[in-house]
């Protein structure tokens, strides 16, 4: 089992800079792949960035590379989604997910674990 606790989000204005955090616990949470996704009232979650479990693979969708990254804390078992230059495009509710497995993957369908989401809302 693995159990994925979400913070970070909030207000922002456009240009502003956030970090999500997300850890993860439980008996199966060392070596796993991780990931953001982010789902917006109406329309489907929609992948973010993702990290494998070795922590040496990282890919982030093509619309946010630029703007977003997704760093390791291994220390503490966590992975960061650092947004910059935020725009009210962004705004949405952000999920941590984890695989059961190392490999990275930007298939919401291979995620079997979740997060409960944490909102982010870019307004000016």
């Known amino acids: 089992q693995v159990h994925l606790e979400e913070s970070g989000g909030g207000a922002a204005q456009p240009g502003d800079s956030l970090r999500l955090s997300c850890t993860a616990s439980?008996?199966?949470?060392?070596?796993?792949?991780m990931a953001w996704f982010r789902e917006v009232p109406g329309q489907e979650r929609e992948f973010v960035a993702t990290?494998?479990?070795?922590?040496?693979?990282?890919y982030v969708a093509d619309s946010l590379k630029g703007r977003f990254t997704i760093t390791p804390d291994n220390t503490k078992n966590t992975v960061y989604l650092n947004m910059d230059s935020v725009q009210p495009e962004d705004t949405a509710v952000y999920y941590c997910?984890?695989?059961?497995?190392?490999?990275?993957?930007?298939?919401?369908?291979?995620?079997?674990?979740w997060g409960q989401g944490t909102q982010v809302t870019v307004s000016s």
């Open positions: 990290i494998s479990g070795s922590a040496k693979a990282t």
């Open positions: 997910a984890a695989r059961s497995g190392p490999f990275a993957s930007a298939r919401r369908i291979d995620y079997v674990y």
């Open positions: 439980g008996s199966d949470s060392n070596n796993v792949a």
